[in-house]
């Protein structure tokens, strides 16, 4: 499978915004599904992850309750929705594919990485 994220903007505190995860190839639904972010000068770090039957989310204790992470098997895309954006979010969003659902927390435990997409929270 290979990933493509888009969506990412230059947006506003308390906007919201939604990225994308576009995957090729038809193994997408057996891939657990995660969201990672890394800030200029900063690791990369989890946001959200999602099973892949869609029954099971996590996320970061920093985005639970703003952000949402969905999929469309039928679509071969993953989704984030990112609601009352804060400057601190501000970072480049990467999405990744696993299969390892007891390790989604951990980007080594990720087979597959998207290129990232910039998104960008001014205050």
């Known amino acids: 499978v290979q990933l493509q994220a888009s969506g990412g903007g230059l947006v506003r505190a308390g906007d919201s915004l939604r990225l994308s995860c576009l995957a090729s190839?038809?193994?997408?639904?057996?891939?657990?599904m995660g969201w990672f972010r890394q800030a200029p000068g900063k690791e990369r770090r989890f946001v959200a992850g999602?099973?892949?039957?869609?029954?099971?989310?996590v996320y970061a204790s920093s985005v639970e309750g703003r952000f949402t992470i969905s999929r469309d098997d039928a679509q071969n895309t993953v989704y984030l929705h990112m609601n009352t954006l804060k400057p601190e979010d501000t970072a480049v969003y990467y999405c990744?594919?696993?299969?390892?659902?007891?390790?989604?927390?951990?980007?080594?435990?990720?087979?597959?990485w998207g290129q990232g997409t910039q998104v960008t929270v001014s205050s």
């Open positions: 990744a594919a696993s299969r390892q659902w007891r390790w989604i927390r951990f980007d080594s435990k990720y087979d597959v």
């Open positions: 999602i099973m892949s039957n869609g029954d099971s989310t």
């Open positions: 190839g038809s193994t997408f639904s057996s891939y657990e």
